[in-house]
């Protein structure tokens, strides 16, 4: 289970509590708090949730370097073959792990399914968040044929060996799904629970999302038309 975070000091303690509620009986699992570069009393928070839960292993980046480097540093950290992940400003609803979890299938060895991702169908945010959301979901589907209704939910489940096989760029987050396929893997899509942000500040806007995003697109849409999977006889 793999956390990003960037000065959410208010929301570490509920939410450690709210992922051991979801997990404790129903998976083995380590928790990995990355700190990208905080300002706030987010490593304080973090080292006396430590004191409170065995489990969790944090990781500081002394400078902010992104919520993809966050996933990756911690994804690199993981012994896990299976990793989870959500959002660090408890909007995603750690009650649907399991969900997603049993989506991987008995054993988590569903064969050929290699990333299974939250479908935010009713988003609890503002409606400007709302409709950019959905116009760059649309625009991303209709342009890299992902096949995915919400690329850009935090809460995933994937398998840590694929991960570290994929491309690796700033804001490759978002295009997990369209990177997965062209992998030749699978994608599954679950509805799950989406809440108001209840402490903090987003560090997201249209500034540093929109314009970000529509150059990263096309930069996948070159890895793809690059792609070639050969067909192997052994």
Partial sequence: ???????EAENILP???EIHA???????????????GSRDDTPAQLLRAGQRFPRLKVIRHRQACGQSTAVATGVRAAQHPWIATLDGDRQNDPADLPKLLAAVGPGQRTPGLNLVIGWRKARNDSFVRKISSRIANGVRGGMLSDRTPDTGCGLKVFAREVFMRLPFFDHMHRFLP????????TVQSVPVNHRARPAGTSKYGIGNRLWVGIVDM???MWLNRRMKRPEVDI
């Fill in 178 to 185: 369209a990177l997965v396929l062209r992998d030749g893997g």
């Fill in 218 to 220: 096309f930069g996948v």
């Fill in 1 to 7: 289970m793999i956390v990003p975070v960037k000065d």
């Fill in 15 to 17: 939410q450690i509590e």
């Fill in 22 to 36: 979801a997990l404790d009986g129903h998976a083995d699992f380590e928790l990995i708090y990355v700190d990208d």
